[in-house]
């Protein structure tokens, strides 16, 4: 096997390039790992136990749990603090601060990486479009989906996608055979 001679530019942009992809890759990498620990955090909330009190209005760990556990089983729907103070009867004002005590994250944070999670996902495993994904993470604008998923990940859905696809590529369908059993 030879190599065959390369001007020091192009050896040059083929490294850089590289460069750029391990660094793209690393970025991707941590931002997902760090949804996961927020979602790991988010379920320690939810199954964290305490003892209720018998105060009425003081809430409990199991509130807290029943409201994060909320927030992840209705992430698709338009969810908003008021409506989920309503549902669980707080006051907006002391829900909010209380999801931030012990969650460290604003509801709107929770809420978010959640979607980007399952958005993240369905890039994944899915070939459906963004405006469908946009619709089936409960959020309606697709342009301000795209920015998110950008500011989350590091990179667009687009080429989130892409660079998914290429390591987990969808079997392809061979014929009618495929379909039986």
């Known amino acids: 096997?030879?190599?065959?001679?390369?001007?020091?530019?192009?050896?040059?942009r083929a490294?850089?390039?590289?460069?750029?992809?391990?660094?793209?890759?690393?970025?991707?990498?941590?931002?997902?790992?760090q949804m996961e620990m927020e979602l790991q955090n988010l379920?320690?909330?939810?199954?964290?136990?305490?003892?209720?009190?018998?105060?009425?209005?003081?809430?409990?760990?199991?509130d807290i749990t029943q409201v994060v556990g909320y927030i992840?089983?209705?992430y698709q729907e338009p969810l908003n603090l008021a409506a989920l103070a309503e549902e669980f009867h707080f006051n907006p004002v002391y829900l909010s601060r209380l999801i931030k005590k012990k969650s460290g994250h604003t509801f709107t944070e929770l809420l978010t990486s959640v979607r980007m999670y399952h958005a993240a996902r369905l890039l994944r495993d899915t070939v459906l479009k963004n405006g469908e994904i946009c619709t089936q993470i409960g959020m309606g604008d697709e342009r301000y989906f795209s920015q998110v998923f950008l500011r989350t990940y590091g990179v667009s859905p687009q080429q989130y996608r892409k660079q998914?696809?290429?390591?987990?590529?969808?079997?392809?369908?061979n014929g009618e055979d495929d379909f039986e059993n």
């Open 43 to 62: 379920s320690k909330v939810a199954s964290a136990t305490q003892k209720p009190t018998d105060e009425p209005g003081i809430p409990t760990e199991e």
């Open 72 to 74: 992840r089983k209705h």
């Open 164 to 173: 998914h696809r290429q390591e987990n590529p969808l079997p392809e369908l």
């Open 1 to 12: 096997m030879f190599l065959k001679p390369a001007m020091p530019q192009d050896v040059l």
């Open 15 to 33: 490294v850089g390039a590289a460069k750029d992809k391990i660094l793209q890759r690393r970025r991707e990498e941590d931002a997902k790992r």
